[in-house]
């Protein structure tokens, strides 16, 4: 059989070239030298599952009403704990029924929302750096990523009055990211004011990836969108149990806020999933109840690890901000050296894995992402190795 060639579609080869290339072999060639590499390039929680959400799951795994296909929207019961959660940390109120959306984890939902809302030609409003799935989701509905570069001089925030008037007049969806991967910066309730009237202006729908607001520092709360007036009538949030519970291998998430914007995702869905294991939606009550009990903890966790790996490397002469929030530490590249020239250094000299910023598009160019999902005493060795093999 001769077969013929196999060609991918447009859309795949219109894919952004893969970045990380060249650094994956620089890692698996230090790997192959036996080199201890120091893996500082996971977005992925390194501890486990709390116990009583795994306990939850075993006995819904062993009751035959969960083997059946669950609903497209989630149970009720889930989406009743997603209200009582949101109504008890953010003081918002949501209708179980209409305004809260089980996803397959939350990436799931913001890749397929454009689908619902974005025509061919359609213009999408992008923040860079940022999670690759936004321009992805764009762009297989057909739209048209805008970039929105998040600058130092903006705090890190994309400048709504800096998109020009006809880009704001053809956009038809935004998404926005807080607390942000990769810089960890956390947008406050006047931004979100700001963000709520420019989308009533200019009739953008507004898709916010809250996935990481309760992985927070120094008892400082992340706020919701929703809870600035007027959000719900222009978008929803998106957020995952993934970082907050260790969850990210069980894939469940959920989006709450404007009705119609979630029947529009919800259509999407039915055409191409069949929701959530049961199972894990009722260990996903379990998590949701537990409030603080399980959470509290990891939060330390990561801020004692924040607080050796921050100030080691200022020590260095690094040019880094203490993040407020998830577990993202962004460092402007020294000078001399590009994002992707500091991350090779870091990995050939100090066998410390590390993102180039501009992996998360052009703007994160000059930065370089390190992760806190590796012990205290792994942090601590990274400093001291990066001091040995100088900058
Ligand atoms: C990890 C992550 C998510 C979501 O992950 P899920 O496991 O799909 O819920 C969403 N947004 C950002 C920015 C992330 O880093």
Same mark, same amino acid.
Request: proline fraction near 7%; include cysteine; glycine fraction near 10%.
């Given at each position: 059989?001769?077969?013929?060639?196999?060609?991918?579609?447009?859309?795949?080869?219109?894919?952004?070239?893969?970045?990380?290339?060249?650094?994956?072999?620089?890692?698996?060639?230090?790997?192959?030298?036996?080199?201890?590499?120091?893996?500082?390039?996971?977005?992925?929680?390194?501890?486990?599952?709390?116990?009583?959400?795994?306990?939850?799951?075993?006995?819904?795994?062993?009751?035959?009403?969960?083997?059946?296909?669950?609903?497209?929207?989630?149970?009720?019961?889930?989406?009743?704990?997603? !209200?009582?959660?949101?109504?008890?940390?953010?003081?918002?109120?949501?209708?179980?029924?209409?305004?809260? *959306?089980?996803?397959?984890?939350?990436?799931?939902?913001?890749?397929?929302?454009?689908?619902?809302?974005?025509?061919?030609?359609?213009?999408?409003?992008?923040?860079?750096?940022?999670?690759?799935?936004?321009?992805?989701?764009?762009?297989?509905?057909?739209?048209?990523?805008?970039?929105?570069?998040?600058?130092?001089?903006?705090?890190?925030?994309?400048?709504?009055?800096?998109?020009?008037?006809?880009?704001?007049?053809?956009?038809?969806?935004?998404?926005?990211?807080?607390?942000?991967?990769?810089?960890?910066?956390?947008?406050?309730?006047?931004?979100?004011?700001?963000?709520?009237?420019?989308?009533?202006?200019?009739?953008?729908?507004?898709?916010?990836?809250?996935?990481?607001?309760?992985?927070?520092?120094? $008892?400082?709360?992340?706020?919701?969108?929703?809870?600035?007036?007027? !959000?719900?009538?222009?978008?929803?949030?998106?957020?995952?149990?993934?970082?907050?519970?260790?969850?990210?291998?069980?894939?469940?998430?959920?989006?709450? $806020?404007?009705?119609?914007?979630?029947?529009?995702?919800?259509?999407?869905?039915?055409?191409?999933?069949?929701?959530?294991?049961?199972?894990?939606?009722?260990?996903?009550?379990?998590?949701?109840?537990?409030?603080?009990?399980?959470?509290?903890?990891?939060?330390?966790?990561?801020?004692?690890?924040?607080?050796?790996?921050?100030?080691?490397?200022?020590?260095?002469?690094?040019?880094?901000?203490?993040?407020?929030?998830?577990?993202?530490?962004?460092?402007?590249?020294?000078? $001399?050296?590009?994002?992707?020239?500091?991350?090779?250094?870091?990995?050939?000299?100090?066998?410390?894995?590390?993102?180039?910023?501009?992996?998360?598009?052009?703007?994160?160019?000059?930065?370089?992402?390190?992760? *806190?999902?590796?012990?205290?005493?792994?942090?601590?060795?990274?400093?001291?190795?990066?001091?040995?093999?100088? *900058?």
């Amino acid at each position: 059989m001769a077969g013929f060639p196999i060609e991918f579609s447009g859309r795949i080869k219109a894919l952004p070239p893969y970045l990380f290339a060249a650094i994956d072999e620089m890692k698996q060639k230090a790997i192959a030298r036996g080199v201890d590499i120091i893996n500082l390039g996971i977005g992925d929680p390194d501890l486990p599952t709390p116990a009583p959400i795994i306990e939850r799951l075993k006995q819904a795994a062993a009751d035959p009403k969960n083997h059946q296909y669950p609903s497209y929207e989630g149970l009720l019961s889930f989406r009743q704990a997603v !209200a009582a959660w949101y109504k008890r940390r953010f003081g918002v109120t949501l209708d179980p029924a209409s305004e809260v *959306l089980t996803l397959i984890g939350s990436k799931e939902g913001i890749g397929h929302v454009p689908l619902a809302f974005v025509d061919p030609g359609d213009l999408v409003l992008i923040p860079s750096p940022g999670y690759p799935v936004y321009p992805v989701g764009a762009s297989f509905a057909g739209g048209v990523p805008h970039i929105m570069p998040l600058l130092k001089k903006n705090g890190f925030l994309p400048d709504l009055n800096a998109i020009p008037q006809d880009v704001a007049r053809r956009a038809k969806l935004m998404f926005v990211n807080s607390p942000n991967n990769p810089t960890s910066v956390v947008a406050d309730k006047d931004f979100f004011k700001r963000l709520v009237a420019f989308a009533l202006e200019h009739r953008i729908i507004v898709c916010h990836d809250a996935a990481y607001s309760e992985i927070f520092y120094d $008892g400082r709360r992340p706020p919701s969108f929703l809870e600035v007036e007027g !959000a719900r009538d222009v978008g929803i949030e998106f957020h995952s149990l993934s970082k907050t519970f260790n969850m990210t291998g069980w894939r469940i998430g959920f989006a709450v $806020g404007n009705k119609q914007v979630l029947a529009g995702l919800v259509k999407v869905k039915s055409q191409l999933d069949s929701g959530v294991f049961q199972a894990v939606q009722e260990a996903g009550i379990i998590a949701l109840q537990s409030d603080d009990q399980l959470t509290e903890g990891l939060r330390k966790v990561y801020q004692e690890r924040r607080d050796v790996l921050v100030p080691g490397l200022k020590q260095l002469g690094l040019e880094v901000d203490l993040p407020r929030a998830a577990f993202y530490v962004w460092i402007a590249t020294p000078k $001399g050296y590009t994002s992707t020239s500091f991350t090779a250094h870091l990995l050939e000299k100090a066998g410390i894995v590390t993102t180039p910023g501009n992996g998360f598009g052009e703007a994160g160019e000059g930065y370089i992402r390190m992760t *806190l999902t590796t012990s205290k005493e792994r942090l601590v060795e990274a400093v001291e190795r990066i001091r040995n093999a100088g *900058l």
